[in-house]
């Protein structure tokens, strides 16, 4: 897969950017990598040295690009549509790679007391995974050099909470999936725009690869890519990095969701004073007009889509979805506690999902969605139909 790199150029962004530019030169297929803010193109140069994909597509968000990527994953094989339903696709994806993989998921701090608290003797903690940065250079040098050869670099300029918001933060992350691309300008804000709010300031840096080089070693299941033997998923609070390989599924691949928004967001909220909970919101107006908005904490798979989404059955009052999944907090000047929905779509899982216990959910996965994993269950979760 390559030869095994040094920490500094692995893990440290910029260092030697301009030597790097000077030995191999770039392919850009789509954008302009000179016009890039320095520090944004330092992080790609780099991390494109290291990962040696064919190509680098400068993402857009544009409504053009998204059809062209859907109608590659569609040749390959990758996606089929739903043609019952606007804009619909379905990824059976391999069977090993369908759900975040906890276990693999860890955070890099120079102390495990940082990451997770110290049990007591014989008894194992359930708070959470750390990674030392000595194993976690191990771990990258045994993953990354040359895992994007044959392959596109997408770099994805996106936002999390509205472009230019007063609490928003940017990422920009680097995939050579068409799949993560697509589902992230779903669930996120991809806009050139991003680049120029970044400028020299900082960002949250998400490099993520499914570790599927080409040419194949061995033949893809269900022309899915990944590596499900291989999969870590890490965070490093102090470098506002996330770093994922493996897995195409959208918890370990989407890297704007839960590594930014809940868990390098709680430490960013944490240093600015504000916070980024698992939390939904929801606004409720009774029959009076009168509004108010509630952020409730759930722990994930217990029902808290359904309640977010929920339809009143008291006649004259009104419900209203803000967020499913997490919320950020802030304080504003008068003292008032103001939150958004960092996320612009909503992603999920199945099992419980119905037309019973949530209508509007189903109502929802009815235009612009991507049904994944490799059950058979669509039919009767409501998607398919009687013939479908």
Excluded at 181 to 204: C, Q
Excluded at 265 to 275: C, F, P, V, Y
């Amino acid at each position: 897969m390559g030869e095994i790199l040094p920490r500094s150029l692995l893990l440290n962004v910029g260092s030697k950017a301009s030597s790097i530019a000077a030995t191999r030169s770039l392919k850009v297929v789509h954008g302009d990598l000179d016009k890039l803010p320095q520090n944004i193109k330092n992080f790609i140069v780099e991390k494109e040295k290291i990962c040696l994909p064919d190509q680098i597509h400068i993402c857009d968000g544009s409504e053009t690009e998204n059809k062209e990527l859907l109608k590659q994953m569609q040749k390959d094989g990758e996606i089929k549509p739903l043609p019952k339903y606007d804009n619909c696709w379905y990824a059976r994806t391999d069977p090993r790679d369908v759900a975040r993989v906890e276990s693999k998921t860890v955070i890099c701090t120079a102390t495990e007391r940082e990451t997770i608290p110290k049990p007591l003797e014989g008894v194992k903690g359930t708070l959470g995974h750390w990674i030392s940065p000595d194993n976690l250079e191990t771990a990258i040098q045994e993953r990354f050099p040359g895992c994007m050869k044959g392959r596109t670099m997408y770099v994805i300029p996106f936002s999390m909470g509205p472009v230019g918001g007063s609490i928003s933060k940017y990422g920009v992350q680097l995939t050579d999936s068409r799949y993560v691309v697509a589902s992230t300008r779903v669930m996120t804000r991809i806009t050139p725009k991003v680049f120029d709010l970044i400028g020299n300031d900082t960002f949250v840096k998400c490099l993520h690869s499914v570790g599927a080089p080409l040419p194949l070693k061995k033949p893809l299941v269900n022309n899915w890519p990944c590596d499900p033997d291989r999969v870590i998923v890490t965070h490093i609070p102090d470098k506002t990095e996330i770093i994922s390989y493996g897995s195409g599924y959208g918890g370990n691949s989407l890297l704007g969701k839960k590594c930014f928004a809940l868990r390098i967001g709680s430490t960013i909220a944490h240093r600015e004073g504000w916070l980024a909970e698992h939390m939904l919101i929801l606004g409720i107006t009774n029959p009076s007009g009168e509004k108010k908005y509630i952020a409730a904490a759930f722990p994930s798979a217990c029902g808290k889509t359904n309640l977010a989404m929920m339809e009143p059955t008291l006649p004259g009052w009104k419900v209203e979805c803000v967020g499913d999944d997490i919320a950020w907090m802030k304080f504003d000047t008068e003292g008032r506690l103001r939150a958004i929905n960092p996320e612009n779509g909503f992603f999920g899982v199945a099992p419980g999902t119905s037309m019973k216990t949530n209508p509007n959910a189903l109502k929802t996965c009815q235009s612009n969605t991507c049904v994944h994993k490799c059950s058979g269950n669509l039919r009767r979760r409501g998607l398919l139909g009687r013939n479908g």
